[in-house]
């Protein structure tokens, strides 16, 4: 694993804070605690995914297989536990995502990220999820 500073937070008050964030999601949590970082630590990780650079094959290695990936590769390699793998409805159909829970300056941040693209933004309270004609509407998050 890697130098990366971490700080602990149980899956409950992950589910807790993106209630907050006017998210209406399930979550399945598998484990007591999680690992999280800053966004510049994360930011860094993105810019360095392999995961984002493999070809798309429609339902043999779509946005599941990314999202799943992605989340996989950060707690191998890094030891971070605060992607989950995202399950929601789009303006294109349902879909799978990553949302990235940090920690910056004592405060809780989430960020939708895109796997297959390596695309984000940052989740807001009242604002709608967008990535380009893309819209997000999370249903269900998979904590690992």
């Known amino acids: 694993m890697s130098n990366i500073k971490t700080e602990e937070m149980t899956g409950t008050k992950i589910k807790k804070f993106l209630t907050g964030l006017g998210l209406n999601i399930d979550a399945r949590v598998y484990d007591r605690k999680y690992a999280l970082t800053t966004w510049k630590n994360w930011d860094e990780i993105i810019t360095n995914d392999v995961v984002k650079t493999m070809g798309y094959i429609k339902e043999f290695h779509d946005c599941d297989n990314f999202a799943f990936g992605f989340a996989t590769m950060a707690a191998m390699l890094y030891g971070l536990t605060s992607a989950p793998p995202t399950y929601?409805?789009?303006?294109?159909?349902?879909?799978?995502?990553?949302?990235?829970?940090?920690?910056?300056?004592?405060?809780?941040?989430?960020?939708?990220?895109?796997?297959?693209?390596?695309?984000?933004?940052?989740?807001?309270?009242?604002?709608?999820?967008?990535?380009?004609?893309m819209t997000y509407e999370p249903i269900s998050i998979t904590l690992f």
């Open 88 to 133: 929601g409805d789009t303006n294109y159909g349902r879909h799978y995502f990553n949302i990235i829970v940090t920690k910056d300056n004592g405060k809780l941040n989430a960020h939708l990220y895109e796997a297959i693209t390596g695309k984000f933004v940052k989740i807001r309270k009242g604002e709608d999820l967008e990535i380009g004609t």
